[in-house]
């Protein structure tokens, strides 16, 4: 997630863990509830007019939506760290002449 850790120091982001009902229980018809729990990103948004809080964002990731995001910056910054050394092996050639 795009500046985090500076979002998290200035308390404008958190995280939350919630309960989400997907089917109230109906004890009528002998339903049981049936839910899941949600690991959620809260962002504090504000009026970029007024700096008056409005609703907050919510936004819903798993465990694996990160992971899957970590390991593609990662391979991100290999592809950029051989670009790189391709390019410092053509100035160590260059300078040499």
């Keep these: 997630m795009h500046n985090y850790k500076a979002l998290k120091s200035a308390s404008k982001v958190s995280v939350q863990k919630v309960k989400v009902v997907d089917v109230a ?3 009528d018809a002998g339903m ?6 949600e690991l959620q990103v809260v962002c504090k948004c504000y009026d970029a007019q007024t ?6 964002s919510v936004k819903a990731y798993s465990l694996s939506d990160v992971k899957r995001e970590i390991d593609r910056r990662k391979s991100e910054i290999a592809r950029a760290q051989a670009e790189q050394a ?3 092996q053509l ?5 040499a002449l």
């Design 25 to 27: 229980a109906d004890e």
């Design 32 to 37: 049981e509830e049936r839910s899941h729990e």
């Design 51 to 56: 700096g008056e809080a409005k609703d907050d």
């Design 86 to 88: 391709e390019w410092e």
């Design 91 to 95: 100035e160590t050639d260059l300078k």
